[in-house]
């Protein structure tokens, strides 16, 4: 039972045994569940969940083959048994001792010699020849990450990362090699690294310094763009890396109210913005859509990110084709009740007296869910207009709707990136938002990435490289910023 305190180690398995029990019966998400496990480490348990899942089919038969050659019962459940045979016979090999030990070590050897022999019996090499071909093939991407300013400088990562043997490269199509990573061009604070990293123990992970989100998970606190000082609101906030990135970019000062209805998220979300140093950020157990936008704690709520439940069609190995539900299954209904959802939650937005602009974001590839969505809110709430989100992305929205090249779309077949979708509105009578120059940003940048201690008397004649690369960053972050403030005149 969940509740039972287990030994260390035991303790994993029989967490992702609960929660792959749960996710069979489709109590909710895959990573809903791991989410609101009790099992502190969630992204270990996410990983155990989904390759146990991902090899499901081969891991029952291997212990109903277990089971028909023992005496005796072997496992308390099936759950439990194929989150064990997993890492046992395919995974890493068994991360504890005690009693599961006991039962796997005596039939492990004869488990993996037949595992051989059904590869070979299928022609293959790997048990993963063994699987359906729409779980073997994976779209692999760099394991991304973002510097959080609020703690450390672009130029001190780059450092430290050089000082560990890596080598700062040029942005270029394809995944970066070993030990080598590069600064996105279209977020300054990213960082792209070899995909077969872990970072999970890394002393600047750890310290929170950096951040692991995706490159598209980015775009929508970077379309956003709220100015330091402001109040800004985070719908559907947890687990917090859009609401620490807002943070940041705010340079910590003002306000952001994140928004979570589910307790759970809730805490592990105030645990990642205090690790990341994000004072300005104020979580709150919230239902965004029963909130009271005149209240007086709402009614000086500026800029609103809104990244509301969608169908995750854009996430690549989508977790619930691990469940045996075919992208098929997004059918017409169920866009058409998410789609119902989501535009209530942007008109929702739209009804703060103070919002000057609202980002809406999916993780979606559906129309139905994107353009479609922006088109039924133009028409609800003509107190608001789109403007060029990103300007410089060049995939831009389906040509469905008015002012589709407005809109943001990511393709993970193209953009190294899980698939998203971007749409920032504005006020139509809110002020135009003032042009940021690069001088500005030049003056932002802090002394030591500029004027460090093997600068020169200029200040740049000995810059290093991760420095220069920092400030570059910057600048191409102030340009873009310039064009859009420019696109909005």
Request: charged fraction near 25%.
């Amino acid at each position: 039972p969940p509740q039972m305190k287990r030994p260390t180690g035991e303790a994993l398995y029989f967490a992702a045994a609960d929660v792959v029990a749960r996710a069979l019966q489709r109590k909710a998400a895959i990573k809903s569940l791991c989410y609101s496990s009790a099992f502190e480490n969630k992204k270990k348990l996410l990983a155990l969940v989904c390759e146990t899942l991902r090899y499901y089919s081969v891991l029952t038969d291997m212990h109903t083959y277990a089971q028909a050659n023992s005496k005796r019962t072997l496992f308390e459940t099936e759950a439990l048994a194929v989150v064990v045979l997993y890492d046992a016979l395919i995974g890493r090999g068994l991360q504890c001792g005690g009693k599961l030990k006991g039962i796997v070590a005596p039939i492990r050897p004869e488990l993996k010699t037949e595992l051989a022999r059904r590869v070979a019996r299928a022609g293959g090499k790997t048990p993963r020849d063994l699987l359906p071909k729409a779980l073997q093939s994976d779209v692999i991407f760099p394991r991304y990450v973002r510097v959080n300013t609020i703690l450390a400088s672009i130029a001190a990562v780059c450092e430290h990362l050089e000082g560990e043997g890596y080598t700062q490269v040029s942005p270029r199509g394809g995944l970066p090699a070993a030990r080598e990573f590069w600064v996105d061009p279209h977020v300054p604070e990213l960082l792209a690294l070899p995909p077969t990293i872990d970072l999970h123990a890394h002393p600047l992970y750890l310290n929170g310094s950096i951040i692991l989100q995706d490159k598209a998970s980015c775009f929508p606190p970077l379309a956003l763009a709220p100015p330091p000082g402001c109040v800004c609101l985070d719908a559907c906030a947890a687990p917090g890396n859009k609401t620490s990135y807002l943070a940041a970019l705010m340079n910590n000062r003002g306000k952001v109210i994140a928004c979570e209805l589910d307790p759970r998220r809730l805490s592990t979300m105030k645990k990642m913005l205090a690790k990341a140093g994000a004072s300005c950020c104020d979580p709150q157990l919230q239902n965004f859509l029963t909130t009271d936008p005149r209240s007086e704690a709402l009614r000086g709520v500026e800029y609103i990110l809104l990244d509301p439940s969608c169908s995750g069609s854009g996430i690549v190995s989508r977790r619930d084709a691990l469940l045996g539900v075919d992208e098929a299954d997004d059918s017409a209904t169920r866009l058409e009740e998410l789609s119902k959802f989501q535009i209530s939650c942007v008109e929702h937005a739209m009804t703060f007296p103070g919002v000057r602009r609202v980002v809406y974001s999916t993780c979606s590839v559906h129309q139905a869910e994107n353009e479609d969505v922006v088109a039924a809110v133009l028409r609800s709430r003509p107190a608001f207009r789109l403007v060029p989100a990103l300007p410089s992305w060049p995939r831009r929205g389906l040509p469905v709707c008015p002012q589709s090249d407005c809109l943001v779309r990511v393709d993970p077949a193209h953009d190294q990136s899980n698939g998203f979708f971007v749409a920032l509105f504005e006020r139509i009578d809110a002020p135009t938002l003032p042009l940021v120059s690069a001088d500005h940003v030049m003056d932002e940048v802090d002394d030591e990435a500029v004027h460090g201690p093997d600068s020169g008397a200029d200040g740049t004649a000995h810059m290093s490289r991760p420095r220069r690369a920092s400030l570059q960053s910057r600048l191409a972050h102030a340009r873009r910023r310039m064009r859009q403030a420019m696109a909005q005149q």
